[in-house]
């Protein structure tokens, strides 16, 4: 069985640049989390999804994130503009609807000059 | 809301010591309790976990304790190897997500 697949794995922009991350889960998995990792942290929840449905997206900065996850299975989330702060590493994690273990995807490690 | 820290924030032992990673978390609502493996520039992977209805939990080399009295949970490594060189992360399971500490880097010296 695949893992949940990210990409890309890095991508180097300039600020005021947009950007974009996609996830495809494990297969069957409703739930989809996205996560920021800063150097030397812990995963920080951005959105989680059930199903098309954004469940929870109070820590995403909507001023200029976004996400969606259209049909259900996989999902996009977009920084634009993109500011140097937002140098990290982007993770996706999926698990089955209403069970708590997560399996996280590799990453997108984002620079932004 | 829910609060993890995770101590030591680096861990270095000898090759065959044993290892014990701590966490605290502050809401007594959390109920699941998971512990990541994360090695450089890879993927956090889930190496073992505990709900709040069980006191310990072993796998091979790795254990987990639970204190929910205390709201403390542990992760024991035993027979350390270099392979187990990584950033270990805890995390508790409440309001439907999973609130991560802030890792410990262990370094397994041969």
């Known amino acids: 069985e695949a893992g949940v697949v990210q990409s890309p794995r890095y991508k180097i922009i300039e600020k005021k640049q947009p950007v974009a991350f996609w996830c495809n889960p494990i297969?069957?998995?409703?739930?989809l989390y996205w996560y920021l990792q800063n150097l030397g942290q812990g995963p920080e929840l951005l959105i989680r999804?059930?199903?098309?449905?954004?469940?929870?997206d109070s820590q995403l900065p909507k001023d200029r994130f976004s996400a969606e996850r259209l049909k259900g299975v996989d999902s996009t989330l977009k920084i634009q503009p993109a500011e140097l702060g937002d140098s990290a590493v982007y993770l996706c994690a999926s698990s089955l609807a209403g069970v708590e273990t997560q399996y996280f995807g590799p990453g997108t490690r984002l620079l932004v000059l | 809301g829910e609060n993890v820290e995770q101590h030591p924030s680096t861990l270095s032992v000898q090759e065959g010591d044993s290892a014990v990673i701590k966490c605290t978390y502050s809401d007594s609502a959390s109920n699941y309790f998971p512990w990541y493996k994360q090695e450089l520039g890879k993927r956090p992977q889930l190496i073992i976990d505990i709900r709040s209805n069980v006191g310990e939990k072993k796998d091979q080399r790795i254990a987990v304790t639970l204190n929910k009295t205390a709201k403390h949970f542990s992760l024991h490594i035993t027979e350390t190897q270099p392979e187990d060189s990584a950033v270990y992360f805890c995390?508790?399971?409440?309001?439907?997500?999973?609130?991560f500490g802030t890792g410990t880097r262990l370094q397994v010296f041969p």
């Open positions: 995390a508790a399971y409440n309001t439907d997500k999973l609130i």
């Open positions: 999804y059930e199903n098309e449905e954004a469940v929870d």
């Open positions: 297969s069957g998995h409703n739930t």
